[in-house]
């Protein structure tokens, strides 16, 4: 069975420095990974995806996330935070299992942005 | 404006009480789903529905029921509404399979008294 684990369930960052948000993951076979973002009241919106082309996918806002078969992981990355950015965050996995799709969410991680 | 859209957005009602909350949407996509939200716990699928009169069992399909006559609309229905299914839901929309980008509508905040 596949899973999501975000390994932080809030991060906090300065305007202007660097954001990591962690995601680790478990999966049959070859996933695609992705990452939306959630502002207050709105649905989500995709950040970037990976589909087993380029491990390093660049997204919107300036935000990438690197695939690593050997670490399980698909962090995001951002080298500048800006008060914009401050919303909830989901790693998601999707998988074929048992003939189907199986998409799983990450419990999300809600991104604070401070002065 | 290609968009995903639910009504009602906020929803009061009381246990027992069948309700239906309608997604549509104009981008003539094969895949939809329903999710709900709850804190702590992320997103977790419902239902969802491959194609016209094809719907799956996501992993909570408990209480729900959803129908796909139409590629367009897939409504989700609570026959007998309790308070453990109070949530946000979403409704989700992608081209075909799930690994394209989904389409998320604005959610519905649904409370069960």
């Known amino acids: 069975a596949q899973s999501v684990t975000q390994l932080d369930s809030h991060v906090s960052v300065s305007e202007g420095t660097p954001v990591l948000l962690r995601c680790n993951y478990s999966?049959?076979?070859?996933?695609?990974l992705f990452w939306y973002v959630q502002h207050p009241n709105k649905g989500l919106q995709l950040l970037l995806k990976?589909?087993?082309?380029?491990?390093l996918v660049k997204g919107i806002n300036g935000f990438e996330a690197e695939f690593k078969k050997s670490e399980t992981s698909f962090h995001l990355t951002k080298p500048s935070a800006h008060m914009s950015d401050a919303a909830e965050y989901f790693c998601?996995?999707?998988?074929?299992?048992?003939?189907?799709?199986?998409?799983?969410f990450g419990t999300g991680t809600q991104l604070k942005v401070e002065l | 404006e290609a968009q995903v859209t639910q009504n009602p957005r906020y929803l009061i009602t009381v246990t027992g009480k069948k309700l239906t909350v309608t997604c549509s949407q104009n981008?003539?996509?094969?895949?939809m789903s329903w999710y709900r939200q709850d804190p702590g716990l992320g997103l977790r699928q419902i239902y969802y529905?491959?194609?016209?009169?094809?719907?799956d069992k996501g992993d909570v399909p408990e209480g729900y029921k959803v129908s796909r006559k139409e590629k367009r609309n897939f409504p989700l229905i609570l026959e007998s509404p309790s308070p453990n299914q109070t949530s946000l839901y979403f409704c989700?929309?992608?081209?075909?399979?799930?690994?394209?980008?989904?389409?998320f509508g604005p959610g519905t905040r649904l409370t069960v008294l």
């Open positions: 989700a929309s992608s081209l075909d399979r799930m690994v394209d980008e989904q389409f």
């Open positions: 529905s491959m194609n016209v009169e094809v719907t």
């Open positions: 998601v996995v999707s998988d074929f299992t048992g003939g189907g799709n199986k998409l799983t």
């Open positions: 999966s049959s076979y070859s996933p695609s």
């Open positions: 990976y589909t087993s082309a380029a491990t």
């Open positions: 981008m003539n996509h094969e895949y």
